[in-house]
């Protein structure tokens, strides 16, 4: 339709007239029966942009029911007013002839509030003259298209996103011109080949290592010419003298024949992973060899992991215990301390070097020595729990046998200062004995020549009286003031003497084998009382014992060796930095209750420690002694006393040339699980 209405000639005839105007009405039957039936929004306007005809599909997107409810109503009796407004300027512009034709893309608001996007094309409608007498509109729905151009832009921006953000290179390969192209990604492999992205100057081939080359032909080749799917992984030298390593994947776009003419791909650079890759087999090389049990749990708890050292420690094969919990392999008085450790693992908490019970696939108890930590993934997330241990059943039996060794050298070291200690008290009882002795020699022969002067009629106390003669040569009276106090000073030496050997009885005393309520602070005053011969001399040894601390629960015997070791070590510190003065030192031991705690300070006066060395004090066979005067043994065992078998703290606080304090504290109570 070009917007012209047939006009008839003068000349014609009548018949001819009736005829034009029998095809011409033909035509407009068909004419309107091909705008009813075309789907788009077809309708005429008159110059007021009134409308005068509008095929079926306008009358029903305005939610009418007949033409005629749409006829001589123009776009404002619909439409907002802006809308209204411009669709009026658009024909205004056709019916004054300053646009031929208008057509536009506009997402329309209809009567009945539906939204639609809609193609309109407008045209003026001229009459039999060839004025414009009108305007003519068709518009077409295009919403689906719009939605899918929509949906076409997403997905091209979401692969556009995917690769610049994606550790992939996507790249497209010209079949025919051999010229790649690649976009989005990590391209530091091709950086490092000497390409310049986004186009490169040597064929895909061309950068593929020479040993894998053939390889990756071959895969190109079954996949371009046999359509198989192409996944290949190959290195690339770089021109810095490094290797990456790549995984390609890609396939050929065909043409209508089926013959390959543009090749897509996607590589991604996996040396990283690579890398990651042969560490974890070196790690899990490592793991196998090692003789110490490294298991893995996972967050449920079970084992993921179970290297052939715990193989030869437990007994379990790893198709034993894959799969399967911790538990049956950890003692029964120990199991609630195992739940709380792990737990604190999986809440991030590291726990080293922790002495416990663990039970072997025989039933056998064995002492091992256990460090859980959290596995962490790049987040700092807990994924699972690392759990080494070390089976230390036959070290901890050639500890407490050193323990017991070192004991009883302490006790030889100390026997002949005890031997003296005892010495002096003994002395006196041997005199004050004798004088006893003397003076009851001295008394019975008073009382036998009284005696026998009663038994001859002799008068008593009469001249010549050999009872009065015998009393005056003794001294009654210096007897009767002398004697009273050799017998207190016998039974005070005789006290003193037991109270050394009752000390020397309580120290060396292995005591039970369990832990039991005990007096700390009389266990500190027997160490005293038999180390004073190792520290008298140097040092004056003072005590602040709290007389209000409640027993402690703990191993008797092996705490006071931990104290004899930190005298002695007092004592001999005081002796090496007094040396050249000969002036004495103080030690000086205090106890207190801290909390659900009891805390015992033994202090010095020495040179103390020196910062380089500080922390290995509590290292088995550190000494700081010449050879032959100290193995190293005593501030470890201490360590270990204190810390593994009552748990314990010890530490210490020193300045250099001034004196050293170590802080030991004891928990209240006594947790038999971890022991």
């Known amino acids: 339709m070009n917007g012209a209405i047939p006009r008839t000639s003068p000349g014609n005839s009548i018949a001819e007239r009736n005829q034009a105007q029998e095809d011409l009405a033909g035509e407009h039957d068909m004419l309107d029966t091909l705008i009813e039936s075309i789907p788009d929004h077809i309708y005429f306007k008159d110059r007021e942009s009134r409308f005068i005809r509008a095929n079926r599909a306008l009358v029903r997107v305005f939610g009418l029911d007949t033409q005629e409810e749409l006829l001589s109503k123009t776009d404002f009796d619909f439409f907002t007013g802006e809308h209204a407004a411009e669709a009026h300027a658009d024909e205004r512009d056709l019916l004054e002839g300053r646009r031929a034709v208008i057509s536009k893309e506009e997402k329309e608001t209809w009567p009945d509030a539906h939204e639609s996007w809609v193609q309109t094309t407008k045209l ?10 009108g305007t003519f509109g068709i518009s077409r729905d295009i919403t689906e298209r719009k939605r899918m151009e929509a949906a076409l832009r997403r997905s091209q921006d979401c692969f556009r996103i995917a690769a610049e953000s994606s550790g992939d290179s996507v790249y497209e390969w010209d079949l025919q011109t051999d010229a790649i192209t690649y976009f989005g990604g990590n391209q530091r492999h091709l950086v490092d080949a000497g390409c310049t992205p986004p186009k490169t100057c040597k064929q895909l081939l061309e950068l593929v290592h020479s040993e894998d080359r053939q390889r990756v032909r071959s895969a190109l080749f079954r996949s371009l010419s046999g359509g198989e799917r192409f996944s290949e992984e190959y290195r690339i030298p770089g021109s810095n003298g490094e290797m990456r390593f790549l995984a390609d994947r890609g396939a050929a776009l065909r043409d209508e024949e089926g013959r390959p003419y543009l090749w897509v791909g996607v590589s991604k650079d996996i040396t990283e992973e690579k890398r990651v890759e042969r560490a974890n087999a070196e790690l899990a090389a490592i793991v196998e060899s090692a003789d110490a049990a490294i298991i893995r749990l996972d967050l449920d708890g079970l084992i993921t992991t179970w ?64 460090t859980l930590s959290p596995i962490l993934d790049r987040g700092d997330v807990v994924i699972g729990i690392a759990l080494v241990v070390w089976d230390v059943t036959q070290v901890k039996q050639l500890e407490s046998r050193l323990a017991q060794a070192q004991k009883l050298e302490s006790i030889g070291q100390l026997a002949a200062g005890v031997a003296h200690e005892i010495n002096t008290p003994i002395q006196y009882i041997g005199d004050n004995g004798r004088f006893l002795h003397d003076a009851f020699r001295d008394l019975v022969k008073y009382f036998k020549v009284r005696s026998d002067a009663q038994r001859e009629g002799c008068k008593l106390s009469a001249p010549g009286d050999p009872a009065a003669e015998a009393m005056a040569e003794m001294d009654l009276e210096y007897l009767e003031s002398e004697v009273p106090k050799a017998i207190d000073q016998l039974l005070e030496g005789v006290d003193h003497v037991a109270r050394i050997v009752r000390a020397l009885k309580e120290f060396s005393h292995p005591g039970p084998l369990e832990k039991m309520p005990v007096d700390i602070n009389r266990a500190i005053e027997s160490t005293i009382l038999v180390s004073k011969n190792e520290w008298k001399y140097g040092a004056d040894l003072s005590t602040d014992l709290d007389l209000e601390l409640p027993p402690v629960p703990c191993l008797v015997g092996e705490l006071n060796q931990v104290i004899l070791n930190l005298i002695v070590n007092a004592a001999q510190a005081i002796a090496d930095g007094n040396k050249e003065s000969g002036e004495k030192g103080s030690i000086h031991i205090k106890t207190r209750k801290q909390g659900d705690c009891v805390e015992i300070r033994v202090t010095d006066t020495g040179g103390g420690i020196p910062e380089p060395i500080q922390s290995k004090v509590f290292d088995p066979f550190f000494t700081t002694k010449p050879v032959g005067k100290g193995t190293g043994q005593g501030l470890a065992i201490a360590h270990s006393v204190i810390v593994q078998k009552h748990h314990g703290t010890i530490r210490f606080e020193s300045k250099p040339g001034i004196g050293t304090t170590f802080i030991i504290q004891l928990p209240l109570v006594c947790n038999s699980e971890l022991a």
């Open 124 to 133: 003026p409608l001229r009459g039999s003259s060839g004025a414009i007498v």
């Open 307 to 370: 290297n052939k050292g715990a193989e030869q420690i437990y007994g379990y094969s790893a198709e034993e215990t894959i799969g399967k919990p911790m538990v049956p392999m950890v003692a029964l008085e120990v199991a609630s301390e195992y739940l709380s450790l792990t737990g604190k693992a999986f809440a991030g908490e590291s726990v080293k070097h922790l002495e416990t019970i663990h039970l072997t696939k025989s039933g056998a108890r064995i002492n091992v020595m256990a």
